[in-house]
């Protein structure tokens, strides 16, 4: 954190607030984040429940200052993981200023979506109402769809976005920069992500992982940063170990002659590049680590409470 007197006080006009992003898995929340922080700092796959700790993205434009909690998608949990997700998740919909419900436009009101509409029904903070992929479906569906989950639930505004295109992000942003309380800054103005580089260089090296082997390996795949080394010449050397369950799981992530892994690191190198705008060294080591979803510890590392009860 930065020292106090590099930030605003209170009391110079500004605002500052938590805004949650809540959703089925896949509804678009880190595509949304994304493009309202303009960078990327929560990573986005085609595949459901990538999410899985909060992650923060701050905008600050004007006056206000926002920082966005995207929580992992709210689903039905079966396993101890599952659950620990879905709890970070209302937890975070709890600790924030306004809740956003971010719904997918073209799936329309799935069971999923009645479940958060209850759940939701118990956080008393304001709500507002964003439908997701507007590019995919037809004007009068999308008013259908409006008026049916207003007639569910008290939201103060209904945005109908593109996360992808961008297309009505702007407004439902500045919408938000009004609506939060006043107050000082948490982060100084150029701060896009609290994320630590570890963590974030782990969140890129997960998604490129999952890009590449999506078919293959469940999601109790998990990367985490071993070392994070910022060399004299400026340069970062980041260690990382990809930890699977199975040694048939270790083979494939590895590939024919280590190929795969091989342009994993690559691919998430290139990115890493393009981030932190250095020369990056990155090692990746995949190990074999059975029942980690039992294990406390490792939800720790990703920033999970314990679910005690399987
Ligand atoms: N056509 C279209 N696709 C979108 C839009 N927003 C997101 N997507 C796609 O929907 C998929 C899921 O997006 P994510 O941002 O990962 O969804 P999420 O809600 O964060 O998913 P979880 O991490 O599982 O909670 C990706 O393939 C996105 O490219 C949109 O506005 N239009």
Same mark, same amino acid.
């Given at each position: 954190?930065?020292?106090?007197?590099?930030?605003?006080?209170?009391?110079?006009?500004?605002?500052?607030?938590?805004?949650?992003?809540?959703?089925?898995?896949?509804?678009?929340?880190?595509?949304?984040?994304?493009?309202?922080?303009?960078?990327?700092?929560?990573?986005?796959?085609?595949?459901?429940?990538?999410?899985?700790?909060?992650?923060?993205?701050?905008?600050?434009?004007?006056?206000?200052?926002?920082?966005?909690?995207?929580?992992?998608?709210?689903?039905?949990?079966?396993? !101890?993981?599952?659950?620990?997700?879905?709890?970070? #998740?209302? &937890? %975070?919909? +709890?600790?924030? *200023? $306004?809740?956003?419900?971010?719904?997918?436009?073209?799936?329309?009101?799935?069971?999923?979506?009645?479940?958060?509409?209850?759940?939701?029904?118990?956080?008393?903070?304001?709500?507002?109402?964003?439908?997701?992929?507007?590019?995919?479906?037809?004007?009068?569906?999308?008013?259908?769809?409006?008026?049916?989950?207003?007639?569910?639930? !008290?939201?103060?505004?209904?945005?109908?976005?593109? #996360?992808? &295109? %961008?297309? +009505?992000?702007? *407004? $439902?942003?500045?919408?938000?920069?009004?609506?939060?309380?006043?107050?000082?800054?948490?982060?100084?103005?150029?701060?896009?992500?609290?994320?630590?580089?570890?963590?974030?260089?782990?969140?890129?090296?997960?998604?490129?992982?999952?890009?590449?082997?999506?078919?293959?390996?469940?999601?109790?795949?998990?990367?985490?940063?071993?070392?994070?080394?910022?060399?004299?010449?400026?340069?970062?050397?980041?260690?990382?170990?990809?930890?699977?369950?199975?040694?048939?799981?270790?083979?494939?992530?590895?590939?024919?002659?280590?190929?795969?892994?091989?342009?994993?690191?690559?691919?998430?190198?290139?990115?890493?590049?393009?981030?932190?705008?250095?020369?990056?060294?990155?090692?990746?080591?995949?190990?074999?680590?059975?029942?980690?979803?039992?294990?406390?510890?490792?939800?720790?590392?990703?920033?999970?409470?314990?679910?005690?009860?399987?």
């Amino acid at each position: 954190m930065p020292e106090a007197a590099e930030l605003p006080v209170a009391g110079e006009n500004t605002r500052c607030g938590f805004v949650a992003l809540v959703g089925a898995p896949n509804a678009g929340k880190s595509t949304l984040l994304n493009s309202l922080v303009g960078t990327k700092v929560s990573i986005v796959t085609h595949k459901a429940q990538t999410t899985r700790s909060m992650i923060r993205g701050v905008v600050t434009e004007g006056d206000g200052q926002i920082v966005f909690i995207d929580t992992p998608g709210i689903f039905a949990p079966k396993r !101890r993981l599952d659950r620990a997700m879905v709890e970070a #998740a209302w &937890t %975070g919909a +709890g600790d924030a *200023d $306004l809740v956003a419900l971010i719904v997918d436009a073209e799936r329309g009101v799935t069971p999923e979506i009645e479940a958060l509409l209850e759940g939701l029904g118990n956080v008393p903070h304001p709500k507002v109402l964003v439908l997701n992929k507007v590019d995919l479906i037809k004007p009068e569906k999308l008013l259908k769809l409006s008026e049916a989950l207003n007639g569910r639930l !008290r939201f103060e505004q209904t945005f109908m976005i593109s #996360a992808l &295109t %961008g297309s +009505g992000v702007q *407004d $439902l942003l500045n919408w938000a920069l009004k609506r939060i309380p006043p107050g000082p800054w948490h982060f100084p103005e150029d701060q896009l992500t609290d994320l630590t580089l570890q963590i974030t260089a782990a969140e890129v090296t997960r998604e490129k992982l999952f890009l590449r082997v999506h078919d293959e390996i469940p999601y109790n795949a998990t990367v985490e940063g071993e070392k994070f080394t910022i060399n004299k010449d400026g340069s970062y050397r980041i260690d990382q170990v990809i930890y699977v369950t199975r040694d048939t799981h270790k083979k494939i992530v590895l590939g024919a002659g280590g190929q795969t892994i091989k342009s994993i690191g690559a691919e998430a190198r290139k990115e890493l590049m393009e981030i932190f705008e250095v020369p990056v060294h990155l090692f990746i080591f995949v190990k074999v680590r059975e029942k980690w979803g039992d294990d406390p510890e490792r939800y720790r590392e990703m920033g999970l409470e314990y679910p005690h009860q399987k």
